[in-house]
């Protein structure tokens, strides 16, 4: 009988809030391993047994993560081995010094789009719907190990539906930190110019109606508010400038999909794939020069405009009932007619705003309402802007 050796592996670099425990869980579970895996201030830390050539299996499984995960490092050890160790377990988070990589937050990935859009699903048109794969990590997370209790949604305590998914190595939502519905979750609130809550039956329909109608509207987003208007009403978009006072600075723009920004913008392989990237920046494009008739205001005499994609669940929302909340989502390979300014929401030069009460002070004179939420900001982030 073969002798069963014992390792213990530290892993550092991108590698908490990117599924990378269950993935571990995974591997060490169909290789008949035993032990553990936990996050900890250096990012994670394994201890395995079993054969060697399962532990090998697993050390070359091990170096192909998850999509969102970057291994920088990777340790291993020798251990003695355990007489008994019967089964392999996501243990408690340790401590330690904190050296770890927080994750990024990502788009919302397909798998959720697919959700999102499924009238018989239980998160259909869910503001916040998220999986391992994608959603908020950094914004909302207040200290590391990233887990829920250090996070904005520690005071969300999971439905029964949605503890099923974090406890089952199978689900994709398997120890997903942010995991929420509609039952247990963050929801959607909306507020006049004065931050006075309004009551209404469905926030993103009223929303949309009063940006069609030539508002402008403060929506909390990942990592703080966005200003946002119909960048096709001139007349909403001279006030916007006059309000922020950005005399001659270009706003940037967010267009349903790739299709619907091929009218406004010129394109190659490399734009479209960071675009549509998970980091979902801000591109820099050469628009034709009837642009500045067709969107007037939006970048005065420039020869690029800054466009994106949508990359929250809110965002994906606000251009469905534009669209007429098809079902499925085959609507995302179509032309929209919508087109969102979505520029930072910080009066001249100030800091992002990213708290409900900070927003309705700070931003007075300029948002006709707000589109906000009860699940916290922790973190400042800005989109990125690429050329």
Same mark, same amino acid.
Request: proline letters at 8%; hydrophobic letters at 40%.
């Given at each position: ?6 390792r213990?592996?530290q ?7 990117v599924?990378f425990?269950?993935f571990?869980?995974r591997?060490?579970?169909?290789? #008949?391993l035993?032990?553990?895996? #936990? ?8 201890e395995i ?5 399962a ?5 070359r ?9 970057r291994?920088?490092?990777?340790g ?7 007489r008994?160790e ?11 010094a ?7 937050d990502?788009a919302v990935?397909?798998?959720c789009l ?7 699903d239980?998160r ?7 999986c391992?794969?994608?959603?908020p990590r950094?914004t909302?997370t207040?200290a590391?190990?990233y ?5 904005s949604?520690a005071?969300?305590?999971l439905c ?15 120890h997903?930190?942010p ?7 963050p929801?959607?609130s ?5 931050g006075?809550?309004v009551e209404?039956?469905?926030?993103i329909?009223?929303?949309?109606? #009063?940006?069609?109608a030539?508002?402008?509207?403060a929506?909390?987003?990942l990592?703080?508010?966005h ?6 009403n001139?007349a ?5 400038r006059q ?11 967010m267009a ?7 009218r406004?913008v010129?394109s190659d392989?490399?734009?479209?794939q960071?675009?549509?990237s998970p980091?979902r920046p801000i591109?820099l ?5 009837d642009?500045d008739?067709?969107l007037p205001?939006?970048?005065p005499?420039l020869?690029?405009l800054?466009?994106?994609?949508p990359?929250?669940p809110l965002h ?7 669209a007429?909340?098809p079902?499925g989502t085959?609507w ?5 007619p919508l087109?969102?300014?979505m ?10 705003v990213i708290d409900?009460d900070?927003?309705?002070?700070r ?7 707000f589109?906000t939420?009860?699940r ?6 800005e989109?990125s802007?690429?050329?």
């Amino acid at each position: 009988m073969t002798t069963p050796q014992r390792r213990a592996i530290q892993i550092s670099g991108q590698v908490q809030g990117v599924g990378f425990r269950p993935f571990v869980y995974r591997l060490a579970v169909a290789r #008949r391993l035993s032990g553990f895996v #936990r996050n900890d201030g250096a990012g994670v830390t394994i201890e395995i047994q079993g054969t060697p050539a399962a532990l090998n299996d697993f050390l070359r499984a091990l170096r192909q993560p998850p999509p969102l995960a970057r291994i920088d490092a990777l340790g291993i050890s020798e251990l003695p081995p355990h007489r008994l160790e019967p089964a392999f377990v996501i243990a408690a988070s340790g401590a330690g010094a904190v050296s770890a990589d927080i994750t990024p937050d990502t788009a919302v990935c397909d798998d959720c789009l697919a959700e999102l859009f499924d009238p018989g699903d239980r998160r259909y048109r869910y503001p916040f719907v998220n999986c391992t794969n994608c959603g908020p990590r950094y914004t909302i997370t207040a200290a590391l190990p990233y887990d829920r209790p250090n996070t904005s949604m520690a005071g969300f305590v999971l439905c029964r539906a949605c503890a099923r998914e974090y406890h089952d190595p199978g689900d994709r939502r398997f120890h997903a930190q942010p995991n929420a519905c509609p039952v247990c979750g963050p929801r959607l609130s909306l507020r006049d110019a004065a931050g006075v809550p309004v009551e209404v039956d469905d926030v993103i329909a009223v929303a949309l109606r #009063r940006l069609l109608a030539g508002e402008i509207l403060a929506i909390k987003g990942l990592g703080g508010f966005h200003l946002v208007c119909d960048a096709q009403n001139a007349a909403t978009v001279a006030r916007l400038r006059q309000c922020k006072q950005r005399d001659a600075k270009p706003f940037a723009v967010m267009a349903a999909n790739l299709a619907s920004l091929a009218r406004w913008v010129e394109s190659d392989a490399a734009d479209r794939q960071r675009l549509t990237s998970p980091q979902r920046p801000i591109v820099l494009l050469r628009h034709d020069l009837d642009s500045d008739r067709r969107l007037p205001g939006i970048a005065p005499g420039l020869a690029h405009l800054g466009v994106m994609l949508p990359y929250t669940p809110l965002h994906y929302l606000l251009f469905h009932e534009a669209a007429g909340r098809p079902a499925g989502t085959r609507w995302l390979t179509q032309p929209q007619p919508l087109l969102l300014v979505m520029t930072s929401a910080n009066p001249g030069g100030e800091p992002l705003v990213i708290d409900d009460d900070e927003a309705t002070q700070r931003l007075q004179g300029i948002a006709d309402g707000f589109v906000t939420h009860n699940r916290a900001i922790l973190a400042r982030c800005e989109d990125s802007v690429v050329t």
